[in-house]
């Protein structure tokens, strides 16, 4: 995982490498906690900056606390109910952000 930036305003991105090789450009949409684990929320896009089908992707995201420049580590979430608790945690994230606009 590699970042683009560091510009709090602007969207930050990732380069994921898949299984087979094939590198996506990702926009970081988030990163919640969920029982205690971090997980990392990714836009995949295209090379206009734009998502072609509304998908997201939901990893374990895990960070060295004793080496902040090491490159974090994503896990896929093998299992189903993990998977749900997460997906749970996004959609309340998406109800807030709908919320705070409302609001702005």
């Not at 926009?27 to 997201?56: F, H, M, Q, R």
């Amino acid at each position: 995982m590699e970042k683009k930036n560091d510009f709090e305003d602007e969207e930050m991105t990732v380069e994921l490498e898949l299984d087979d090789g094939t590198i996506v450009n990702c926009a970081v949409i988030t990163i919640l906690t969920v029982e205690s684990k971090d997980y990392i929320v990714l836009l995949p896009i295209n090379e206009k900056g734009e998502n072609e089908d509304g998908e997201v992707w939901f990893y374990r995201y895990r960070e060295n606390p004793d080496n902040p420049d090491e490159e974090p580590e994503l896990d896929y979430i093998e299992d189903d109910e993990e998977y749900e608790k997460v997906t749970d945690a996004f959609d309340e994230y998406l109800d807030n952000c709908e919320f705070d606009e409302l609001m702005d």
